[in-house]
T-cell receptor, first 111, second 111 residues
Framework: DGGITQSPKYLFRKEGQNVTLSCEQN?????MYWYRQDPGQGLRLIYYSQIVNDFQKGDIAEGYSVSREKKESFPLTVTSAQKNPTAFYLC??????????FGQGTRLTVV | AQSVTQLDSQVPVFEEAPVELRCNYS??????LFWYVQYPNQGLQLLLKYLSGSTLVKGINGFEAEFNKSQTSFHLRKPSVHISDTAEYFC?????????FGTGTSLTVIP
């Protein structure tokens, strides 16, 4: 079945560590997105990519990095520079300008 | 300016009553409009979308929405809600290469 897969579902990070969240899609979509969701704040765009080897910062890119080496994959690294990383992270993919399909999310907690 | 505005952050409604969740969009976004539903600790699921054609759009789970260009609105409706409809609902629209979401409406169905 076609879809978008995020892993892991739950992730714990110690202070000062970098962690990488995985996002894979087999929908042949060109565009992929990473969002952060905090209670009461809706979804905020971290990074997005329209094509392989190209990506752009969203509204809250500081402390995050991404890569797009393959069309199917768009991993997100939460670096130690991100001071408040505890949140629910959602990956999505779409044809440009059309509806986005979402993964099931990764809940990141700093311990 | 906010691209997509959801006017109600919380909507309580009794079971089997009708409900309307409001969404207004700005002229800066395209007229592709979407509604998503999110259940706790899950990703977003597409409820319905308006791309063109008939202004009344029917989606999954008995929901429908009407695109109103003169009022720049895309309100979501259901004639009779169930307990299982309790969730967070997001209105969304693309703008350029990005995809913007409203801040969400928490629908609580009261038995």
């Amino acid at each position: 079945d076609g879809g978008i897969t995020q892993s892991p579902k739950y992730l714990f990070r110690k202070e000062g560590q970098n962690v990488t969240l995985s996002c894979e899609q087999n929908l042949n979509h060109d565009a992929m997105y990473w969002y952060r969701q905090d209670p009461g704040q809706g979804l905020r765009l971290i990074y997005y990519s329209q094509i392989v080897n190209d990506f752009q910062k969203g509204d809250i890119a500081e402390g995050y990095s991404v890569s797009r080496e393959k069309k199917e994959s768009f991993p997100l690294t939460v670096t130690s520079a991100q001071k408040n990383p505890t949140a629910f992270y959602l990956c999505a993919s779409s044809y440009v300008g059309r509806g986005a399909f979402f993964g099931q999310g990764t809940r990141l907690t700093v311990v | 300016a906010q691209s997509v505005t959801q006017l109600d952050s919380q909507v309580p409604v009794f079971e089997e009553a009708p409900v309307e969740l409001r969404c207004n969009y700005s002229s800066s976004v395209s007229v592709y409009l979407f509604w998503y539903v999110q259940y706790p600790n899950q990703g977003l699921q597409l409820l319905l979308k308006y791309l063109s054609g008939s202004t009344l759009v029917k989606g999954i789970n008995g929901f429908e929405a009407e695109f109103n260009k003169s009022q720049t609105s895309f309100h979501l409706r259901k004639p009779s809600v169930h307990i299982s409809d309790t969730a967070e609902y997001f209105c969304a629209a693309p703008r350029g290469n990005q995809f913007y979401f409203g801040t969400g409406t928490s629908l609580t169905v009261i038995p």
